[in-house]
Every structure is written in C-alpha cells, then in structure tokens.
C-alpha cells in the first residue's frame, strides 16, 4: 500500500462459508477464485465461498480538514465511496452469458437498475472500523461492509422459497439481478435437447439423485450467473430457463467448486449427487473469451434428464460446477 493511503476492506458476503475478511490473500487463485488489482484496489471474486472482497484506497487532505477527528470522517467517507465504486464495477461486470454482462442487460434508468444500485448502496458495515496514522500524518482507516449473493442452498428436499413482496427491496444479490437474467436469457435461442425414445442402457445407478455436480476442472470454463449444460451438437440440456424462477432469484442458478471433495460439500448438492464429466466448454460463438456453456454427452445428457424425472434437482437449481 502507498504511504497516505486509506485502506478500505470490503467484503461481500455471498452465501454461506465464507472466509473470514483477514484471510482473503491466503486463497489460492483459481477459475473460481478470482483476484484483480488496479492502481487504487485490490480485489477478490471468490464463487466457491460466495463472496467478493475489495480493498479500496484514500485518504484526508490534512490542509482542509479542522482537526484529526475532522480528517478521520474525511479519509472514512472517501474510502467507503472509492470501495463501493469498485463494488458496483464488478456487479456491474458479472458474466450473464459469454458476452453479455450485468451492465449490458440492466438498462440504465430502469426500476431494476435502481433496484440494483440501492442494493449496493445497502452494503452493511460487518465490522467496527480500524483506525491508524500514516507516517506524514495522515489519517489510515480500515471498513467491513458486506452484502449476499443469495441464501445458502439448503438442498432438494428444502421448503420452496418464499418471493419477497412487492416493493420491497432486495436483500441479496440474486434477488436484484436475477429477473433481469432471466430476461436477457429469453433472447437466447438454443434449440432444447430432446432425450431419444429409447436411450441406451445406463451405466450409472438408476436412483432417486439429491442434485448434479459437473466437473469441468481444466477445460477452461468461466463461471456466470447463467451457466448452460449443452449436447455435442449444441443443444441445451438445461439452463437458466429450465429452472424454477424462484429457486433461482432465492439461492441463485448454480453453485461453484474448485474440486470434487468441496463439490460434494456444497449443500445444494445433497447427500447423494449425480457426478457427471464435462467434455468441453463453449461461448455463445468461438470467438468468446470466456467460455459459459459446459458441454456433456449425449449418453450423459440423455441419463441427466432421465434421473431429473424422478427428482426434478435441475429444476430446483441442485446443480454444482466443478471449474
């Protein structure tokens, strides 16, 4: 940190488990946890724990302020307004699909925009501010805020989630976010998969599965607030349309693992999940950057669909990429 800057820790609390804020530089960086650093921040997306944490930098003109308390408040109020600005950059900047981000599927001016902003506004303080002094004399502070992604997944057999009312604002962040995915997805056109009439005998157990873990390790994939199952030939096995809208705006569309034992820890998944190997990952053309369609096979596919019958964890959101 340069000498008179103000530090800010902003920790976003995005589901359960998450770590605590002083530990944040000890993850490993992974395709689920991911770090950014510009000239005045420091930042981590962590997808697996649900959390995004941003170190926001800024001080106090000691020449205007009247005295130290004065200058305290100063360097407190421009350091919370830096670390917000940043927080909103990077909802702003989460991937819907490859090429779609947040900011290009909230219109600006809209009631969900307002929505959103308000709920980013909303961050609450999480921990009592840490107070020093720079060499020069200038004021170094230390904030907690923290918002949700969403609740934690309590699994298959949870209650159906309860919709918040109208009018009343989001208290997480898939509840200000998702409905406008779900809008943009509508645009999305990919032709549904249609399991054959007589699919071949599976290899796997045929049982009552408690959710899906796909395990896309090393293929390159990008998490999203979207992310597709597709067929070889690009037909969609399941994907934000497919599940149930409320599941999705109360614990998200899907949950993220950087391995199988953290996979198989996620509640979402349940006691008894289906595990299933992804082949590839696609974006919405080849010339994607980032890769949001994880794609199985069509034997896979056809058993996915067959066992969600019995169970309907796809529909209710049980669904974990490992990434």
């Known amino acids: 940190m340069r000498a008179g800057l103000l530090v800010t820790a902003v920790a976003l609390l995005l589901g359960a488990g998450v770590l605590a804020a002083a530990e944040w530089w000890e993850e490993e960086e992974s395709p689920v946890v991911q770090r950014q650093v510009t000239a005045d921040t420091e930042s981590i997306i962590n997808w697996e724990s649900g959390y995004i944490q941003v170190t926001g930098m800024g001080t106090a003109d000691m020449a205007t302020a009247v005295n130290a308390v004065q200058a305290l408040a100063m360097a407190e109020d421009a350091a919370r307004v830096r670390a917000y600005a940043q927080l909103a950059e990077i909802i702003l900047g989460f991937r819907i699909t490859s090429d779609i981000t947040v900011r290009d599927g909230i219109v600006e001016g809209s009631e969900q925009r307002m929505r959103l902003d308000g709920f980013i506004k909303g961050a609450r303080v999480v921990a009592p501010p840490e107070y020093e002094w720079a060499p020069d004399g200038s004021p170094l502070v230390r904030v907690t805020v923290g918002v949700r ?14 919709m918040p009312a109208a009018g009343q604002p989001p208290k997480t962040l898939s509840q200000a976010v998702v409905p406008a995915v779900i809008e943009i997805e509508k645009q999305t056109v990919f032709e549904p998969y249609q399991p054959p009439a007589l699919p071949p005998q599976p290899t796997r157990e045929v049982k009552n599965y408690t959710g899906l873990i796909v395990n896309a390790k090393g293929l390159g994939g990008s998490p999203s607030m979207s992310p597709k199952l597709l067929t070889p030939d690009g037909k969609e096995v399941w994907g934000t349309l497919m599940v149930s809208p409320e599941y ?6 899907a949950g993220w693992a950087r391995n199988l034992d953290t996979a198989l820890q996620v509640p979402r998944s349940g006691a008894d999940p289906l595990i299933i190997p992804a082949v590839a990952v696609r974006g919405i053309t080849d010339e994607s950057a980032f890769k949001t369609n994880f794609v199985i096979s069509e034997e896979d596919a056809a058993f996915v669909r067959q066992m969600n019958e019995r169970t309907h964890f796809l529909e209710k959101c049980n669904v974990v990429f490992i990434n």
Do not use: F, W
């Not at 999705?248 to 569309?253: F, L, P």
């Open 149 to 162: 992604m969403g609740k934690s997944h309590p699994g298959l057999e949870a209650p159906a989630p309860v």
């Open 248 to 253: 999705a705006i109360e614990y998200g569309i």
